[in-house]
């Protein structure tokens, strides 16, 4: 598996080598010693998994109470995946990377603790499945807005087309924001 910084410090991508024949396809999703050797956890206490269709855009989520690492990817289908900081003594803070997983690619994403995270559905459905460093936290739960400006996320589906849910359509700037210190 291959593990590769992105532009800002800790968050990782993962590739895992796919074996392809005329039967299929085949990886490891998951390697404890590998992801030990990255600095990523050993115990996932909890799992996730959503379907998505088309121009769905899922975000920007995060907790502030039991913040949660993640380790993302697309099942099937393919997604532009989203990390901001939001740790407001990173000198990365507001930033933001983006990667597009999928079932092709089989990349995962980590993202750690102190990040929003969303992505956006780029096929016509998508299956997409994460572990998480802790528990959700309704009382924790805080939203950060898709489309704030000064994040400036180009998100590939613009925003009368974008599917979106109430509250994430309620999120905050970042300006707004109640972030990490």
Not at 161 to 180: C, H, I, M, Y
Request: hydrophobic share 40%.
């Amino acid at each position: 598996m291959k593990v590769t910084e992105t532009a800002i410090p800790g968050v990782l991508i993962f590739t895992p080598r796919v074996f392809s024949d005329s039967r299929g396809a085949f990886c490891e999703t998951y390697n404890e010693r590998v992801m030990k050797e990255a600095g990523l956890p050993a115990v996932w206490p909890q799992d996730n998994f959503s379907i998505s269709t088309k121009n769905v855009v899922r975000g920007l989520h995060y907790q502030v109470t039991q913040p949660q690492g993640k380790l993302v990817r697309a099942v099937y289908g393919a997604v532009l995946d989203v990390a901001v900081d939001l740790r407001r003594s990173s000198p990365t803070f507001g930033a933001h990377v983006a990667v597009e997983l999928s079932e092709s690619n089989g990349a995962m994403l980590w993202i750690p603790p102190g990040f929003g995270h969303g992505f956006a559905v780029l096929t016509e459905k998508a299956g997409f499945a994460y572990k998480v460093t802790d528990y959700y936290s309704p009382a924790g739960e805080r939203t950060l807005l898709w489309n704030d400006p000064k994040v400036g996320i180009q998100w590939p589906v613009s925003e009368r087309d974008a599917v979106v849910s109430e509250k994430d359509q309620q999120g905050r700037t970042l300006d707004e924001a109640e972030v990490f210190a």
